[in-house]
C-alpha cells in the first residue's frame, strides 16, 4: 500500500484530469508506442499551436479519471501506452490533427484507441468522422454566410426594382424634354 503522501498526489491528479475531461470540448486517447523524439516534438508543437493539451498520463489514474467524469467506456481502451489530447475550446482540432499524425505513421505506431466529445465517448471511426470536418472558424463563415444569402438576394430584388424605376423616369422625362 502506497504512503499517504503518494496516495495524496495521485488522488490530486486524478481530481485535476477528472476536471479536465468534465470542461473539455472534446479530446482524443491514443498508443503512441514506437514514435521518435522527433516526431513526437512535432506532433506536441502542432497540437500546442492549436492550444490542445497533450500528455500522458498513467492508465489507471486515467480510469479512475474517467470514471469520475462519467466515461466509464474508456476502461477497454486503457491498457498499453496512451497519452490523451484534450481541447478545450474547439471540439475538432485534436481529432483533425492527431487523424492527420496517424495518416502520417501509415498505421505502424502511432494509433487512435478512442475520443470523446461533449461529454459522449465515440470510436475510432467516429473521431475520423470528426477530423474530416471542416475548422470551427471556417463551419462559422458557411453558417454567416448562408444567413446573409437570403438578405442579399432581397437587396439584389429591390435595388432591381429601384434602378427599373429610376429607368422608367429617365425615359419619362426625356419624352417631356423631347
Same mark, same amino acid.
Given at each position: 500500500?502506497?504512503?499517504?503522501?503518494?496516495?495524496?498526489? /495521485?488522488?490530486?491528479?486524478?481530481?485535476?484530469?477528472?476536471?479536465?475531461?468534465?470542461?473539455?470540448?472534446?479530446?482524443?486517447?491514443v498508443?503512441?508506442?514506437g #514514435?521518435?523524439?522527433?516526431?513526437?516534438?512535432?506532433?506536441?508543437?502542432?497540437?500546442?499551436?492549436?492550444? #490542445?493539451?497533450?500528455?500522458?498520463?498513467?492508465?489507471?489514474?486515467?480510469?479512475?479519471?474517467?470514471?469520475?467524469? %462519467?466515461?466509464?467506456?474508456?476502461?477497454?481502451?486503457?491498457?498499453?501506452?496512451?497519452?490523451?489530447?484534450?481541447?478545450?475550446?474547439?471540439?475538432?482540432?485534436?481529432?483533425?490533427?492527431?487523424?492527420?499524425?496517424?495518416?502520417?505513421?501509415? %498505421?505502424? /505506431?502511432?494509433?487512435?484507441?478512442?475520443?470523446?466529445?461533449?461529454?459522449?465517448v #465515440?470510436?475510432?471511426?467516429?473521431?475520423?468522422?470528426?477530423?474530416?470536418?471542416?475548422?470551427?472558424?471556417?463551419?462559422?463563415?458557411?453558417?454567416?454566410?448562408?444567413?446573409?444569402?437570403?438578405?442579399? %438576394?432581397?437587396?439584389?430584388?429591390?435595388?432591381?426594382?429601384?434602378?427599373?424605376?429610376?429607368?422608367?423616369?429617365?425615359? #419619362?422625362?426625356? /419624352?417631356?424634354?423631347?
Amino acid at each position: 500500500m502506497p504512503n499517504a503522501k503518494v496516495l495524496s498526489e /495521485k488522488q490530486a491528479i486524478v481530481a485535476e484530469l477528472t476536471e479536465k475531461l468534465k470542461n473539455a470540448s472534446s479530446g482524443v486517447l491514443v498508443d503512441y508506442k514506437g #514514435i521518435t523524439v522527433a516526431e513526437d516534438t512535432a506532433l506536441r508543437a502542432e497540437l500546442r499551436k492549436n492550444g #490542445i493539451e497533450y500528455s500522458v498520463v498513467k492508465n489507471t489514474l486515467t480510469l479512475f479519471a474517467a470514471k469520475n467524469a %462519467g466515461f466509464d467506456s474508456l476502461s477497454s481502451v486503457l491498457n498499453g501506452t496512451t497519452a490523451l489530447a484534450i481541447s478545450m475550446d474547439d471540439p475538432v482540432a485534436p481529432a483533425r490533427i492527431i487523424s492527420k499524425f496517424c495518416e502520417k505513421m501509415q %498505421g505502424k /505506431k502511432f494509433f487512435m484507441k478512442a475520443g470523446f466529445v461533449d461529454g459522449r465517448v #465515440i470510436s475510432v471511426d467516429e473521431v475520423k468522422a470528426l477530423a474530416s470536418l471542416p475548422a470551427k472558424e471556417v463551419l462559422q463563415a458557411q453558417m454567416l454566410g448562408t444567413m446573409i444569402a437570403p438578405i442579399s %438576394g432581397l437587396v439584389n430584388v429591390l435595388n432591381a426594382n429601384i434602378r427599373g424605376l429610376a429607368v422608367a423616369l429617365n425615359a #419619362i422625362a426625356e /419624352k417631356k424634354s423631347a
